[in-house]
């Protein structure tokens, strides 16, 4: 069955520095791979996805992530935070099985001035 | 333009009761999820519907819980018999097309199920 693990319940990092936000999956054949953010009070927003080719991908708000398939991780990264990044993280997976997205329990980023 | 829309915002209902939630995609949307979030967890899949048909109802925890989409654009959730259990954040989400598609989310209806 077709999973998502966030390690972290919360990342802390300082304004200006580099943060990673961790996923790892398990999924049968090729996956689909997504971050999403949730800010207070606001509907879950997409920030980027793998579909396939470069495994580097770039999305929203200067969010980048990395897939790779040898360690089944998709982790997002920033080379700088900043305060607005402050908010409540998903890591998303889906397979060619299905239509069903599984989402992870997300992870708190809290960045600090 | 418009996003995704879900009302009403908050529902608060006792137990054994019978409620509808509704949810209007973005226009042009064919693909539409309903998810169930508790607190602390991420969205938990329902059902997924292409057009007006639910290609996907695996997630439903059981049959007390149906949804329906008849033209293809509004959705509704429906749940019978009301539990205690079934209070959470319920959110809808649509998207252009599937599998490699993004989802575009709406705000959500907190059910409280007293």
């Known amino acids: 069955a077709q999973s998502v693990a966030q390690p972290e319940d919360q990342v802390n990092v300082a304004e200006g520095n580099p943060l990673t936000v961790k996923c790892t999956y398990s999924?049968?054949?090729?996956?689909?791979l997504f971050w999403y953010v949730q800010y207070p009070n606001r509907g879950l927003q997409f920030l980027l996805k793998y579909i396939t080719g470069d495994n580097l991908v770039k999305g929203s708000y200067g969010f980048e992530a990395e897939f790779n398939k040898s360690q089944t991780s998709f982790h997002l990264k920033k080379p700088s935070a900043l305060v607005s990044d402050s908010a409540l993280y998903f890591c998303?997976?889906?397979?060619?099985?299905?239509?069903?997205?599984?989402f992870g329990a997300g992870t708190r980023l809290f960045v600090k001035a | 333009g418009a996003g995704v829309s879900q009302t009403p915002s908050n529902k608060v209902t006792e137990k054994g009761k019978y409620v509808e939630l509704r949810c209007d995609p973005i226009?042009?949307?064919?693909?539409l999820y309903w998810y169930r979030q508790s607190l602390g967890q991420g969205p938990e899949f329902l059902i997924y519907?292409?057009?007006?048909?639910?290609?996907?109802d695996s997630g439903l925890p059981n049959d007390r819980f149906f949804a329906v989409r008849p033209e293809g654009s509004v959705s509704t959730l429906k749940i019978q018999r009301t539990e205690r259990g079934d209070s959470a954040v319920y959110l809808c989400?649509?998207?252009?097309?599937?599998?490699?598609?993004?989802?575009?989310f709406g705000p959500g209806t907190r059910l409280t199920v007293t």
């Open positions: 226009s042009g949307h064919t693909a």
């Open positions: 999924v049968s054949g090729n996956p689909y």
């Open positions: 519907f292409q057009g007006t048909g639910a290609a996907d």
């Open positions: 989400a649509s998207s252009l097309g599937t599998i490699t598609y993004e989802q575009y």
């Open positions: 998303a997976v889906r397979d060619l099985r299905g239509f069903k997205t599984i």
